[in-house]
């Protein structure tokens, strides 16, 4: 098993086209979109420390992006290697229906652990974009919109998943979770980018 972030970038893309399993697949687009905004945000905040070395919001939250990142390529991996176990398991499915439902549980959770990176990357952006290099708002707002459409995309694989789960405590707690980071990601995206070019 290879793991994604040793990948070329045409290696991966190439993975990604390939329907074969375990391979990257939606989960892990995901997850690379959101180091990709993480990798955004960070430069934005570089660049915006060059004008003012003393910041230390932006010198905070260019590790924090270090951070996610790295923790957003790493749930690229586990996402395509829990959804690898999924589609085993599903040859086994009837008469592991068990067995089953712990393997989709285990592939929804990294899909979960993606969506909170995403709300994490956006609280970042709201906190800095006053703060930031008037020539790296383009960048940043560019960041916002990959966040949320990974956002988005994510959130409605977590909704294909809970489909096929019969563990109802399991369903609804992760249903309120998404929901809220969801609406949370809607909201800080919505306020960034009406307040980022006034």
Known sequence: MYNIRNLTLEEYLEKIAEPSFPGPASGSVCATAAAMASAVVEMSCKASIKK??????????????????????????????????????????????????????KATDPLVAILEGCEQILVEIQKIHKESYAKVLGDLAGAVYLSEGAAIAVKKAIEVNLTYLSDMAYTERVKETVETLYENCSKIKNSVINGMFK
């Open 52 to 105: 003012d070395p003393q910041n230390q919001l932006l010198i905070d939250v260019t590790e924090k992006m270090k951070r996610l990142k790295a923790h957003c390529l790493r749930l690229a991996d586990d996402d395509m290697k829990a959804f690898g176990e999924v589609i085993k398991g599903t040859k086994k499915k009837k008469e592991f229906p068990n067995q089953y439902e712990d393997l989709l549980q």
